[in-house]
């Protein structure tokens, strides 16, 4: 898959889409994530790429002309599933969704940063519109990243153990069961018998009955989606 970044601050993700997972999908050629300054493709000779809001509103907005410049210069060399706006007030970004775009071959994320995008630019360019969470960061790189990770991590063959992914938190709607390493016997703080038993199926059941006990305990709104 690709996923093409548009920024104001390239530099602020750049050592993250280069590490870790990421950097492994994009070595394996299953996964390209490139970053597209914004201020390349805007004509203002000082790069600016924002100005004041109409209607005196307090802020800067980002302008019209080179998101449209960037997004069109990409549409040009491929079609894309999804032109991506993060945005606080954007739908809420969760393990489905992730899923999901997984599965898609070419995304574009828009970082926003001022006070947000001039409306023109979601109502016309953007297809869809997510937020990591109910709150308000300085710009979307931080939020791009949260999903470029979050989805190329589920790519197949990006992770060594497939299974390992399927078996995350919230694949089910449901909460991850505890899980434990070596040794078994940590100052007195022992593994649970039925992990060593080697009993597959009630280890299976034991990570169920787990699972569904934590998710009632701390995320009960989760099981209201089942």
């Not at 070419?106 to 969470?133: A, F, W």
């Amino acid at each position: 898959m690709r996923i093409d970044i548009i920024t104001v601050l390239p530099e602020m993700i750049e050592g993250f889409v280069n590490e870790s997972i990421l950097s492994r999908a994009q070595k394996k050629s299953l996964a390209e994530i490139h970053l597209h300054n914004l201020r390349d493709y805007t004509k203002d000779k000082w790069r600016r790429i924002d100005d004041y809001p109409y209607g005196g509103f307090a802020g800067m907005v980002m302008q019209c002309e080179p998101i449209d410049n960037a997004i069109s210069a990409l549409k040009k060399e491929r079609d894309y599933d999804d032109i991506i706006y993060v945005s606080p007030d954007g739908e809420q970004f969760d393990q489905k969704m992730a899923n999901d775009m997984s599965l898609q071959q070419n995304l574009i994320i828009l970082c926003g940063h001022y006070k947000g995008i001039d409306q023109r630019v979601r109502d016309h360019l953007i297809t869809r519109e997510i937020s990591i969470g109910d709150f308000v960061l300085t710009g979307g790189e931080l939020a791009a990243a949260v999903i470029a990770d979050a989805v190329v991590r589920l790519v197949p063959g990006v992770i060594s153990d497939d299974q390992s992914a399927l078996s995350d938190c919230f694949q089910d709607d449901l909460l991850a069961a505890p899980i434990y390493t070596r040794p078994a016997d940590y100052k007195g703080w022992k593994v649970p018998e039925i992990l060593l038993s080697g009993n597959e199926a009630k280890i299976k059941q034991w990570e169920m009955d787990q699972a569904l006990e934590r998710t009632k305990r701390l995320r009960p709104d989760l099981l209201e989606k089942q």
